[in-house]
């Protein structure tokens, strides 16, 4: 009985020894693919992710991005790391090709060449493992990063083709793939700014979120959200979460920022508004929050709109310009908050455009709506542009009547004022520069109310004494007996000669630090005497305020301003190029705007009757009927000009005549007159005929373009020679 059963169990060792062989195998295909290559390049992939999630650059005036753009140029610095990834994950593909880990590896590889914006690989690797892969965890992956693919290449299509296709696997979805499928889609909506489905992803994704930092950022951009949403109670909820994780302190501080912006309660019940203040002014004595002080300010601003308090706000955005030490973005939205309150509270354009023209240098073209504020910065720069043209010329024409005198007494004014506002702008630079570098002070709102506090934690006082020092001794170096210029003529009793050596380098260093400042007699020199420069000078003006006009009517949309200034041309400039102009163009706005168009008719008909303008009011056909005179206009000159270089002379000069006298008001009177001129070139017997006819162009048609071509044949005629015959001209006589 015994034997028998030892060859039985003999028997069944010998049959199963194939199979626990091949289990053998399997499982060591297993185990070294996934210790020997899985594992060390998801570990090398998990520290890569850790990188790009600690370098994002937080924008936290916008919602903050789910993921960060894919950006070769930033994923460079982790190359080395994708690479090792690729090379590790590729082992098992080539030497264990039965292992269950091959799919996970190549997921691992397709992430790592998306991280390089290598999509057309790591998009053939995705779809090779959607199609092949029996593993539903690596499928879903697989197609959630294909998903991903495609919102960074911006192609949605292809992007619904996806969505369909993870929608039609009823296979359940594991923990991280559903996390990452939510995360993916909140990410999509946050770029496309539809931020109601972003939320509803963002909430089903973020609880499941193991990592701390990451489940804190994704609770703060809820917070956002909910705020972009109008939902303000929800949003403080979620800012209020993020307090309570233990995060970075950026992230912290910002999330209970916001939260105190965003509660629910009114500011009209003064406990509550006392308390937000009390808020933000521990916020600003914490030196942890040194750094954030620009942020505060911003929030104190945003409040004070709420109340509302313009002016208090406009405080306090100076605040956040001037104390910005590290975080240039939020630099740039105060720049860009006050531009916008100066232009559409304060209506004044001139400041405004300083300050979006600070916002544009500052900002990243990322943020919203960036193109259509580099479209405001721009015209906003013409309009301070043609501004300062306007004044510049009026200034000079004022000081072109005045007496000598009292030019004299006006431009001590201006180099005085010019002077302080240096002196005040460097001491409040270094100023601002001691309150970066010194932290160990607290910040402080200026007060023009005195006080107890030190003399030198006090800004504005620091300012007054720093300024009053330099208009007195001028710029002078930190060190002892700054008095004396050299100590040692002090120690030999020279002390005239040391003093009047310190008045010498006194007087050198306010010329340096006052070097852009002008002299009396620069500012003198710049004054138009002769008629024809003071006519010089308003024909400038003139052109500028016209093209200060049209940036109101047409870029800023200020009926009033521009009005203004069209009345401004009529008055002083009846008789201006740009007048009649300036003056249909008010006529013809007059339709949709509510003013008189008679007034603007009645101007151009009594003082421009001769305008081109006039002329389409009296004949609406005017422009159709000048256009074919035009045309046969042209005509005619082309057939004269062809009569001119065949040497037909007479002919061409009596086909000039007749379209002139037939066609009074064409546009191309100053080209047939300068046909006219080298037909007499040509004809003439002697030289002052043809200097005549030259002189007598220049004198008619003072803005035609081809002024250039009169003035160089006007050049080459021997003034000395005019009463003598053109050479080979003895027998020709002109008819």
Not at 13 to 31: E, K, N, S, V
Not at 70 to 84: C, F, L, P, V
Not at 182 to 193: C, D, F, G, P, S
Not at 201 to 226: S, T, V
């Given at each position: 009985?015994?034997?028998?059963?030892?060859?039985?169990?003999?028997?069944?060792?010998?049959?199963?020894?194939?199979?626990?062989?091949?289990?053998?195998?399997?499982?060591?295909?297993?185990?070294?693919?996934?210790?020997?290559?899985?594992?060390?390049?998801?570990?090398?992939?998990?520290?890569?992710?850790?990188?790009?999630?600690?370098?994002?650059?937080?924008?936290?005036?916008?919602?903050?991005?789910?993921?960060?753009?894919?950006?070769?140029?930033?994923?460079?610095?982790?190359?080395?790391?994708?690479?090792?990834?690729?090379?590790?994950?590729?082992?098992?593909?080539?030497?264990?090709k039965g292992s269950k880990w091959i799919d996970d590896c190549y997921n691992l590889i397709a992430r790592s060449r998306l991280y390089q914006e290598d999509y057309d690989n790591a998009l053939d690797t995705y779809k090779y493992v959607y199609a092949n892969s029996e593993d539903?965890?690596?499928?879903?992956?697989?197609?959630?990063?294909?998903?991903?693919?495609?919102?960074?290449?911006?192609?949605?299509?292809?992007?619904?083709?996806?969505?369909?296709?993870?929608?039609?696997?009823?296979?359940?979805?594991?923990?991280?793939?559903?996390?990452?499928?939510?995360?993916?889609?909140?990410?999509?909506?946050?770029?496309?700014?539809?931020?109601?489905?972003?939320?509803?992803?963002?909430?089903?994704?973020?609880?499941?979120?193991?990592?701390?930092?990451?489940?804190?950022?994704?609770?703060?951009?809820?917070?956002?959200?909910?705020?972009?949403?109008?939902?303000?109670?929800?949003?403080?909820?979620?800012?209020?979460?993020?307090?309570?994780?233990?995060?970075?302190?950026?992230?912290?501080?910002?999330?209970?920022?916001?939260?105190?912006?965003?509660?629910?309660?009114?500011?009209?019940?003064?406990?509550?508004?006392?308390?937000?203040?009390?808020?933000?002014?521990?916020?600003?004595?914490?030196?942890?929050?040194?750094?954030?002080?620009?942020?505060?300010?911003?929030?104190?601003?945003?409040?004070?709109?709420?109340?509302?308090?313009?002016?208090?706000?406009?405080?306090?955005?100076?605040?956040?310009?001037?104390?910005?030490?590290?975080?240039?973005i939020q630099k740039g939205y105060s720049y860009l908050l006050t531009g916008q309150l100066y232009y559409t509270e304060k209506t004044n354009y001139v400041k405004s455009a300083a300050y979006y023209d600070s916002a544009i240098q500052t900002l990243p073209k990322t943020i919203?709506?960036?193109?259509?504020?580099?479209?405001?910065?721009?015209?906003?720069?013409?309009?301070?542009?043609?501004?300062?043209?306007?004044?510049?010329?009026?200034?000079?024409?004022?000081?072109?009547?005045?007496?000598?005198?009292?030019?004299?007494?006006?431009?001590?004014?201006?180099?005085?004022?010019?002077?302080?506002?240096?002196?005040?702008?460097?001491?409040?630079?270094?100023?601002?520069?001691?309150?970066?570098?010194?932290?160990?002070?607290?910040?402080?709102?200026?007060?023009?109310?005195?006080?107890?506090?030190?003399?030198?934690?006090?800004?504005?006082?620091?300012?007054?004494?720093?300024?009053?020092?330099?208009?007195?001794?001028?710029?002078?170096?930190?060190?002892?007996?700054?008095?004396?210029?050299?100590?040692?003529?002090?120690?030999?009793?020279?002390?005239?000669?040391?003093?009047?050596?310190?008045?010498?380098?006194?007087?050198?260093?306010?010329?340096?630090?006052?070097?852009?400042?002008?002299?009396?007699?620069?500012?003198?020199?710049?004054?138009?005497?002769?008629?024809?420069?003071?006519?010089?000078?308003?024909?400038?003006?003139?052109?500028?305020?016209?093209?200060?006009?049209?940036?109101?009517?047409?870029?800023?949309?200020?009926?009033?301003?521009?009005?203004?200034?069209?009345?401004?041309?009529?008055?002083?400039?009846?008789?201006?190029?740009?007048?009649?102009?300036?003056?249909?163009?008010?006529?013809?706005?007059?339709?949709?705007?509510?003013?008189?168009?008679?007034?603007?008719?009645?101007?151009?008909?009594?003082?421009?009757?001769?305008?081109?303008?006039?002329?389409?009011?009296?004949?609406?056909?005017?422009?159709?009927?000048?256009?074919?005179?035009?045309?046969?206009?042209?005509?005619?000159?082309?057939?004269?000009?062809?009569?001119?270089?065949?040497?037909?002379?007479?002919?061409?000069?009596?086909?000039?005549?007749?379209?002139?006298?037939?066609?009074?008001?064409?546009?191309?009177?100053?080209?047939?007159?300068?046909?006219?001129?080298?037909?007499?070139?040509?004809?003439?017997?002697?030289?002052?005929?043809?200097?005549?006819?030259?002189?007598?162009?220049?004198?008619?048609?003072?803005?035609?373009?081809?002024?250039?071509?009169?003035?160089?044949?006007?050049?080459?005629?021997?003034?000395?020679?005019?009463?003598?015959?053109?050479?080979?001209?003895?027998?020709?006589?002109?008819?």
């Open positions: 009985m015994t034997n028998i059963l030892n060859k039985i169990l003999l028997r069944l060792i010998i049959g199963a020894f194939p199979l626990l062989l091949l289990g053998g195998c399997q499982f060591y295909h297993d185990t070294a693919a996934h210790y020997n290559a899985y594992f060390l390049a998801n570990e090398k992939l998990k520290e890569v992710e850790q990188a790009f999630f600690e370098n994002i650059q937080n924008d936290y005036n916008d919602v903050l991005f789910v993921f960060d753009e894919i950006d070769s140029t930033r994923t460079n610095a982790q190359k080395e790391g994708m690479e090792y990834i690729i090379k590790k994950a590729s082992l098992p593909i080539k030497w264990h539903p965890a690596e499928v879903h992956e697989a197609l959630i990063w294909m998903l991903r693919l495609f919102i960074e290449k911006d192609e949605p299509r292809n992007m619904e083709v996806v969505k369909q296709a993870i929608n039609d696997d009823t296979r359940p979805f594991n923990k991280e793939n559903t996390k990452m499928y939510h995360l993916t889609m909140a990410h999509y909506y946050r770029l496309e700014r539809n931020f109601a489905p972003a939320a509803e992803h963002l909430h089903l994704a973020a609880p499941l979120e193991e990592d701390k930092n990451r489940r804190a950022r994704y609770f703060f951009i809820l917070g956002q959200l909910y705020r972009q949403l109008n939902d303000n109670e929800k949003a403080y909820d979620y800012f209020h979460t993020v307090s309570k994780i233990n995060t970075s302190y950026d992230l912290e501080f910002v999330a209970a920022l916001n939260a105190k912006a965003v509660q629910p309660q009114e500011l009209s019940n003064p406990e509550i508004s006392e308390e937000l203040d009390k808020y933000f002014q521990k916020s600003l004595k914490d030196l942890k929050n040194w750094d954030y002080r620009d942020r505060i300010y911003y929030e104190m601003a945003k409040v004070e709109l709420k109340r509302p308090d313009l002016d208090q706000a406009l405080t306090y955005l100076n605040e956040s310009i001037q104390l910005s030490t590290k975080d240039q919203p709506d960036y193109e259509q504020v580099a479209t405001r910065a721009d015209y906003l720069k013409d309009l301070a542009k043609f501004t300062s043209i306007i004044e510049e010329k009026d200034r000079l024409l004022k000081l072109s009547q005045m007496s000598p005198e009292e030019q004299q007494s006006i431009f001590e004014q201006e180099i005085t004022s010019e002077k302080e506002s240096i002196i005040q702008q460097q001491e409040y630079d270094k100023i601002n520069e001691g309150r970066r570098n010194l932290k160990m002070v607290t910040s402080e709102l200026p007060s023009t109310k005195g006080g107890n506090s030190w003399y030198f934690y006090n800004a504005t006082a620091s300012v007054a004494g720093s300024s009053a020092f330099l208009r007195t001794w001028g710029s002078r170096p930190l060190e002892d007996n700054w008095r004396r210029s050299r100590k040692q003529k002090v120690e030999t009793n020279n002390l005239k000669e040391a003093l009047a050596q310190d008045e010498q380098q006194r007087k050198a260093a306010e010329e340096d630090v006052f070097a852009s400042v002008k002299s009396v007699e620069q500012r003198q020199a710049e004054i138009p005497t002769s008629p024809e420069d003071i006519q010089q000078i308003r024909n400038e003006l003139e052109e500028a305020l016209f093209s200060l006009m049209k940036v109101y009517i047409y870029k800023i949309k200020s009926y009033p301003d521009a009005e203004q200034i069209c009345q401004r041309l009529i008055n002083e400039f009846d008789k201006g190029v740009y007048t009649p102009e300036a003056v249909y163009i008010f006529y013809t706005l007059c339709k949709d705007q509510n003013c008189d168009q008679e007034i603007y008719k009645n101007v151009l008909l009594e003082q421009h009757p001769e305008s081109f303008y006039a002329k389409i009011i009296i004949n609406p056909q005017y422009v159709s009927q000048n256009n074919l005179m035009n045309r046969a206009a042209e005509k005619n000159y082309e057939r004269a000009y062809r009569l001119y270089k065949s040497g037909n002379y007479e002919n061409a000069q009596r086909l000039i005549e007749e379209t002139l006298v037939r066609y009074p008001t064409n546009g191309l009177k100053d080209k047939f007159q300068m046909l006219e001129v080298l037909i007499v070139g040509q004809t003439a017997i002697f030289f002052k005929e043809y200097h005549q006819a030259i002189s007598d162009f220049i004198e008619k048609n003072p803005e035609s373009e081809l002024m250039p071509i009169a003035n160089s044949l006007l050049e080459q005629v021997d003034t000395n020679a005019l009463d003598k015959r053109i050479p080979g001209r003895y027998h020709y006589e002109r008819q």
